[in-house]
């Protein structure tokens, strides 16, 4: 079972960036790794994912344009630049993924392994 481990999140005032990081224990060659988030009261949402093979990269509506998804292959390491930051986008942010398989549902994919989360905050 591959370990995933989240760091970068934190508190950052409406229009400010934060770059979130998820090392993977494993290897995730031709996996897919992504990020979700889950607000108070609200049910857990995709927001990107990435296809490790060919690193196609997917994105839900509302960050399109605003986050990018990387990965660093040497590295097992998934990132989220999270930039023009909105009071929308506060929420505890999982790493997710799903080691081997592509990325089907594109950024709502089925993972397979959780990070324990992060929190991001972002003030008006």
């Known amino acids: 079972q591959v370990q995933l481990v989240e760091s970068g999140g934190g508190s950052v005032q409406a229009g400010g960036s934060l770059r979130l990081s998820c090392a993977a224990s494993?290897?995730?060659?031709?996996?897919?790794m992504g990020w979700f988030r889950q607000a108070p009261g609200k049910e857990r949402e995709g927001v990107a994912a990435?296809?490790?093979?060919?690193?196609?990269?997917y994105y839900a509506d509302s960050v399109k344009g605003r986050f990018t998804i990387s990965q660093d292959g040497a590295k097992n390491t998934a990132y989220l630049q999270m930039n023009s930051l909105k009071p929308e986008d506060s929420a505890m942010y999982y790493c997710?993924?799903?080691?081997?398989?592509?990325?089907?549902?594109?950024?709502?994919?089925?993972?397979?392994?959780w990070g324990q989360g992060t929190l991001v905050t972002v003030s008006s």
């Open positions: 494993g290897y995730t060659v031709n996996s897919c």
């Open positions: 997710a993924a799903r080691i081997g398989r592509y990325c089907s549902g594109g950024y709502n994919f089925p993972p397979d392994a």
């Open positions: 990435i296809y490790t093979w060919s690193l196609s990269t």
